[in-house]
Antibody
Framework: QLQLQESGPGLVKPSETLSLTCTVSGDSISGHYWNWFRQPPGKGLEWIGYMSDSGTTNYNPSLQSRVAISGDTSKNHVSLNLTSVTAADTAMYYC????????????WGQGTLVTVSS | EIVLTQSPGTLSLSPGERATLSCRASQSLSSRYLAWYLQKPGQAPRLLISGASSRATGIPDRFSVSGSGTDFTLTISRLEPEDFAVYYCQQYVRAPVTFGQGTKVEI
């Protein structure tokens, strides 16, 4: 059974870089698209971007200048880096699998809360 | 980007009642490219329906979708206690994929 687990620091200081990992178990990260999302407290979902099995990436234009998604097939995980964070980046961060570049998403990881604060 | 507007924001119903949730797109799209999710408090979103009306594994047939063009509807025929949650629509016809702001179905 495919499972995704996000991990990383729960607290990041303003202007620093947010770094999260999505560890995939039950399947290889090869052959799929791995997406990141975020959800500020009490708000809706925002797609951040994806990495494909070939290493191709695509990002939400609203975050493109600050985001990078990469993968490590040896560890079977996908990473998210978001630079120059502010309080507006405080959110639950989720990873999820898709089969295509634009697609529906299933399954999702349980998410990890990141708070940006000094 | 395609903006999805969901209505109502909150739907107050009782178990056994029918729920009708709306999702309106800023551009016309095929129902093949619309998905629905539910999210319970403290949990990740869970896929309900994708494509024209393919229910995800374990999703009962009381959930159905309809619509075309810019107006789409998720219907829950008879609400069960576990159905009270927030529901999101999502389009994947065009990047960036986008979500509606959600409809909360509450008791």
């Amino acid at each position: 059974q495919l499972q995704l687990q996000e991990s990383g620091p729960g607290l990041v200081k303003p202007s620093e870089t947010l770094s999260l990992t999505c560890t995939v178990s039950g399947d290889s990260i090869s052959g799929h698209y791995w997406n990141w999302f975020r959800q500020p407290p009490g708000k809706g979902l925002e797609w951040i971007g994806y990495m494909s099995d070939s290493g191709t990436t695509n990002y939400n234009p609203s975050l493109q200048s600050r985001v990078a998604i990469s993968g490590d097939t040896s560890k079977n995980h996908v990473s998210l880096n978001l630079t120059s964070v502010t309080a507006a980046d405080t959110a639950m961060y989720y990873c999820a699998k898709a089969e295509w570049a634009t697609d529906w998403f299933d399954p999702w990881g349980q998410g990890t809360l990141v708070t940006v604060s000094s | 980007e395609i903006v999805l507007t969901q209505s109502p924001g909150t739907l107050s119903l009782s178990p056994g009642e029918r729920a009708t949730l709306s999702c309106r797109a800023s551009q016309s799209l095929s129902s093949r490219y619309l998905a629905w999710y539910l999210q319970k408090p403290g949990q990740a979103p869970r896929l309900l329906i994708s494509g024209a009306s393919s229910r995800a594994t374990g999703i009962p047939d009381r959930f159905s979708v309809s619509g075309s063009g810019t107006d789409f509807t998720l219907t829950i025929s008879r609400l069960e206690p576990e159905d009270f949650a927030v529901y999101y629509c999502q389009q994947y016809v065009r990047a960036p994929v986008t979500f509606g702001q959600g409809t909360k179905v509450e008791i």
